[in-house]
């Protein structure tokens, strides 16, 4: 995709190119080096791959993007509303929010980057920049995989519920080798989370991240409603200075299970608080093989088929 109908906004043209792409089947949008400027949300569509050229092209919310919204009321830079079989990979999005008023009705509506109601969809190789809401977040999908992006959250006293990857309601899915920090300013909260809100999460493995969690957060929290949270492994990850390691999480007045969760493998330092604090309603949390180095104590209430074991401090 070398030209664009309005260099000063480039949305109406990446849209047409997408559209363009579906109808024929699918097909690469490929995007070159540059900055680029949205005034709309982009809405991916079935079989589309939209890749950049690596993280100098930038997708940037202009001075009017705010006055345009997503399919459900929020203020995402690019959503995949349903579609299947979609990539987003290779680019930055920037959604502005240093510049912009972000602090909006609807502003945690949908997200920087919002994959939702979407089957085998992958974002890779994403840096998000200047959010005010969550940076890539997953919701009531499946078969998805979030690989290899960045996460940062610089702003001071702009906004809050900043987290870096979100994933909602969804199932059968991958979070590896991500390099999320929500803490170079004091408004990010958790790193990466696995939330119940309407629907189970399971089956979901994070792997090899690197994770500093906001100020206002943890590295990982599993946040609990009325559904439950299960088959969940924590491998290889290394979580550092956050308040906390990974912990649980209850809301809406929400007590559902947590069960069949492994952490393993993973490096814990610098936190304040705990490395691992779960309590409620548990069943097969097994946590093997981790080193921590100024971190705080583990709280793992007693429950059946709970397994603790081979964890040190090494520093």
Known sequence: MDGYLDPQDTSKSMQQAIDTASKSGGAIVQLPEGVFTLERPLILKSNVTLRGAGPATVL???PEFLEFEGPFGGHPLITTNGAQNVTIAQLTADQNGDELEGNLPGRLHEYLVDVRHSTNAVVEGVTTRNPYTYSIAVVASSDFCVRNNNTLVTSSGRYDQLDGIHITDS???LVEGNTVDQRQGADGDDGLVAQALGAPVHDVT??????????????????????????ITVDGNRF???PDGIKTGYYDDGAAAVRD????????????GPW?????????????DNVTCHAG???LEDAPGNVLANNGTRC
């Not at 691992?276 to 093997?288: A, K, Y």
């Open 60 to 62: 940037k919310a202009g």
């Open 171 to 173: 199932h059968h899915g």
């Open 206 to 231: 994070y792997r090899n991240n690197d994770v500093r969690g906001g100020s206002h957060g943890s590295g990982l929290q599993l946040a609990v409603g009325t559904h439950e949270i299960y088959n």
């Open 240 to 242: 550092w200075g956050s």
């Open 261 to 272: 969760v492994a952490v393993k493998n993973n490096e814990f330092f610098n936190l304040q």
């Open 276 to 288: 691992l604090n779960f309590h409620g309603d548990l069943e097969n949390i097994v946590v093997t």
């Open 297 to 299: 104590s583990i709280m």
